[in-house]
């Protein structure tokens, strides 16, 4: 049910939103996968969003296949808009359900989601889906970020708030914000070897003053835009008043000379 899971993506597609995603690369959200990477290898990316993770990852397989698949059909437009413009011709995008992929068993070499299984309430069936679509012996590649081991400074009472709401909204709406330190045991769950298993963990850091203006701002507008705002507020649990706060503790915090943010990911290489 794309349309489903569109919905309910605590981000949703707020233009603060795609800024943030398109500001990933595989060296900085793939880089515990590219070191297994051969050029003729054939790739599926689950949730690509605006697709520019997928469109880098088509660049190091030069000579492979890669299809990136995600529930919102806009998104996917933005994201083939932005292959073409690099004239990436070896990747395509589909609309398709993390649940029910389009595809037959044993089709890829590598399966790669990024960021996803935190917004899905079965993130172990999304794994297993993955693994169907998995060639025997290929990789299942994923990594999430973990909410409770986000970190900064200066202390902010604020950012505190935020993110004790962030965890309360999610989980009204069934996920789990905590994904990455989880993602070692959902891997397990879902039937893959452990013997075949590498978990590992890497972190991005927003500090210097150009990446703190950006990432206060982007989150700024989400407390108050994007589709985490709205949610918030449907389930009661903040009003327009608390989320116009949190947006001006964001710009608070980034005006911060010494400001320091940290988000910490966790990641699994699991063997189909």
């Known amino acids: 049910m794309p349309s489903q899971e569109s919905e309910s993506y605590t981000h949703g597609h707020h233009e603060s939103v795609l800024r943030a995603h398109r500001a990933r690369t595989a060296q900085n959200s793939a880089g515990f996968l590219l070191p297994h990477l051969k050029d003729d290898l054939h790739l599926l990316d689950v949730g690509c969003g605006p697709g520019t993770v997928t469109t880098d990852l088509a660049r190091v397989l030069a000579g492979g296949k890669v299809v990136g698949v995600d529930a919102s059909a806009t998104v996917l437009e933005a994201a083939q808009s932005h292959a073409d413009a690099l004239g990436a011709r070896n990747v395509r995008f589909e609309q398709a359900n993390a649940y029910e992929l389009p595809f037959d068993d044993d089709t890829f070499d590598v399966v790669y989601a990024h960021q996803l299984l935190q917004h899905l309430s079965d993130p172990v069936a999304a794994l297993r889906e993955m693994k169907r679509v998995a060639r ?122 010494d400001g320091w943010f940290a988000i910490l990911h966790g990641e699994v290489l699991a063997r189909a």
Request: net charge negative.
């Open 136 to 257: 025997p012996g290929g990789l299942v590649a994923v990594r999430d970020a973990d909410y409770a081991a986000m970190a900064w400074y200066p202390e902010s009472p604020g950012l505190t708030e935020w993110n004790t709401l962030y965890h309360e909204v999610t989980r009204a709406y069934g996920f789990e914000p905590d994904a990455g330190r989880r993602l070692f045991s959902w891997v397990q769950q879902a039937g893959f070897d452990v013997a075949g298993t590498v978990p590992s963990a890497s972190s991005w850091c927003y500090a210097t003053p150009t990446d703190r203006e950006w990432w206060g701002q982007v989150w700024a507008e989400r407390c108050v835009e994007s589709n985490f705002a709205r949610q918030a507020q449907e389930s009661n649990l903040a009003d327009d008043v608390a989320l116009e706060q949190l947006a001006h503790d964001w710009q608070s915090w980034a005006q911060a000379p």
